[in-house]
């Protein structure tokens, strides 16, 4: 059975940094893709960055550019998001996720379109 855990969430103020892991189990090989997206209270999920684990290509929200950054490790079923300059808006549980069902990473993330997805990790970001 696929099982995607998250690692990392915590607290930290407005301009500080923090850095999510993920690791999967349970493919034969890896997923296509791995990627994290994320739910604000009251919002509804949003896609924040998504990386193809075929050729390393990424996409990233418009919300987060610049700021965060996707990687994967060298067996493909981990993915980091190194995220700086936080803001409060960057509050959210993050969820990892995979299984892209398009090769377009775009519309991936603008969906959000991930087959499958983690248990979240919490990030609070304060003033």
């Known amino acids: 059975q696929v099982q995607l855990v998250e690692n990392g969430g915590g607290s930290v103020q407005a301009g500080g940094s923090l850095r999510l892991s993920c690791a999967a189990s349970?493919?034969?090989?890896?997923?296509?893709?791995m990627g994290w997206i994320r739910q604000a209270p009251g919002k509804e999920r949003e896609g924040v960055a998504v990386i193809s684990t075929e050729d390393g290509s990424t996409v990233y929200a418009d919300s987060v550019k610049g700021r965060f950054t996707i990687s994967q490790g060298n067996d493909k079923n981990t993915v980091y998001l190194q995220m700086n300059s936080l803001k409060r808006e960057d509050t959210a549980i993050y969820y990892c996720?995979?299984?892209?069902?398009?090769?377009?990473?775009?519309?991936?993330?603008?969906?959000?379109?991930?087959?499958?997805w983690g248990q979240g990790t919490q990030v609070t970001v304060s003033s």
């Open positions: 996720a995979a299984d892209c069902p398009t090769p377009d990473l775009v519309e991936v993330v603008n969906r959000p379109l991930f087959g499958r």
């Open positions: 349970g493919y034969l090989s890896s997923s296509n893709c």
